[in-house]
């Protein structure tokens, strides 16, 4: 487990590294979590920490009340050089600008955080940094979504591992019921997934032309040869969560004329991962 942590760990710096290259400032897209506080981190120790000549510069959105994060950001921040941007997107900001996000999206869009990054993206072209590094693709690899801990429990359920299951629901302070609830699609035997996603996207799908939803629903089919583990992670990264967020982030981003950089996306430690 050391050399595993060790190797990871070696991999990611040396990835913060290589997208620390360029002619113009970088800054980082900090969001208090674990994944852009670690991008911030290693890239403020490599730039020499209080001893470079150009500070880095970190980017949040931040919502005053139950979801505000500025004590995170404060946590990662505080004691450094690190210069800090905030900004606090406001709810009429969010209408007078949604025209102008669905003509640069060019597509609907289902969640409100690419509002904010929106913001940031605005904020960081206005201080003249016109790259960022975010810590987008962090949840898809590691299991950081807690669907995936649905999927895991869908196989200790599917293979009855008890005992396993117990102390795994214990860990999370969840109920029983509400674990199992979330967990059993993912203990359903193949056949019956498949048949029932076709039939619930059908379902949701009413509004869109029958052609259409007999060509693509179900198409998101589980495969024999993975666990419902192992399929959930391989369907994060490749179908339905990493490439809707890192679209929605392009575009936000080239709005602006900002670059963004996932070094949790370096294809070695992409494949370190999923060989470990």
């Known amino acids: ?34 994944d852009s506080s670690s991008v ?34 404060d946590a990662v921040t505080s004691g450094t050089n690190i210069v800090v941007h905030r900004v606090q997107p406001a709810p009429e900001e969010f209408i007078n600008s949604l025209n102008s996000m669905l003509w640069h999206q060019e597509a609907p869009f289902a969640d ?9 993206m605005r904020l960081a072209s206005g201080q003249g940094v016109k790259v960022l590094m975010s810590g987008q693709g ?14 895991y429990c869908g196989d200790l359920l599917a293979t009855m591992q008890w005992r396993k299951l117990s102390s795994v629901i214990r860990c999370t302070g969840n109920s029983y019921l509400t674990m199992i609830g979330n967990s059993l699609k993912h203990a359903l035997p193949i056949s019956l997934k498949n048949n029932l996603r076709h039939s619930i996207q059908k379902g949701r799908l009413r509004w869109i032309d029958k ?39 392009d575009r936000n981003s080239m709005t602006f004329g900002v670059e963004t950089r996932q070094p949790f996306l370096d294809y070695r430690l992409v494949e370190f991962i999923f060989s470990t």
Do not use: K
């Open 1 to 34: 487990d050391r050399e595993v942590i060790e190797e990871f760990a070696a991999l990611l710096e040396d990835s913060v590294r290589l997208r620390l290259r360029a002619d113009v400032p970088v800054g980082t897209m900090l969001a208090g979590g674990l």
């Open 40 to 73: 911030t981190g290693l890239a403020y120790r490599l730039l020499g920490g209080n001893h470079c000549c150009d500070s880095l510069h970190s980017f949040s959105a931040l919502f005053p009340g139950e979801f505000d994060e500025s004590r995170y950001v």
């Open 112 to 120: 409100a955080s690419f509002f904010a990054q929106r913001f940031i």
């Open 138 to 151: 962090a949840d898809a690899l590691l299991a950081g979504y807690s669907s995936t801990l649905h999927a």
């Open 211 to 249: 052609e259409l939803i007999e060509h693509h629903a179900g198409n998101w089919f589980y495969e024999d040869t993975y666990d419902a583990l192992d399929h959930h992670l391989r369907q994060c990264l490749i179908r339905y969560s990493l490439p809707t967020l890192l679209h929605h982030e």
